[in-house]
């Protein structure tokens, strides 16, 4: 579907007006969601589409995954749970995996960002060079 820029434009200020203290407001997301439908301006469906496509970009950022070779220490995943706050900021959902495949270290992906810190990762870059 090809849309046009000003609808892009329309969706990204609608996004940007959903948003409280810079994360998104599911109340204000569905208000807004109802207004543009019951308005049905000009290209209301192709802002919608990119408004939803926003949203999910959003909601990926949002997400942290730590994966890990071994369960972690309450402690550590306290650690990095505010190392990770920090860095990416509030309202990030944070869950911890165990994945025996990595061998030892840390994979540790939020959004479409990936931190490998594996010993499998090593090893493959490692294999790679030869």
């Known amino acids: 579907m ?5 609808a892009r434009r329309d969706a990204k200020q609608l996004f940007n007006t959903c948003k409280i203290e810079g994360i998104l407001d599911d109340n204000r997301a569905r208000q807004a969601v109802s207004a543009v439908i019951a308005r049905k ?3 209301y469906v192709g802002i919608l589409h990119h408004f939803q496509r926003l949203v999910k970009l959003d909601l990926d950022r949002r997400q942290a995954v730590v994966e890990s070779a071994v369960v972690l220490a309450p402690a550590l995943q306290a650690s990095l749970q505010s190392s990770l ?3 990416h900021g509030t309202g990030l959902n944070i869950s ?4 025996s495949a990595l061998i030892g ?3 540790i992906k939020v959004g479409s960002d990936v931190y490998d810190g ?8 490692l294999s790679d060079s030869f």
């Open 41 to 43: 301006p000009r290209g």
């Open 96 to 99: 911890f995996a165990q994945n």
């Open 118 to 125: 594996s010993i499998a990762a090593r090893l493959e870059s």
């Open 105 to 107: 270290g840390l994979r």
């Open 85 to 87: 706050t920090r860095k």
């Open 2 to 6: 090809k849309i046009s820029k000003q």
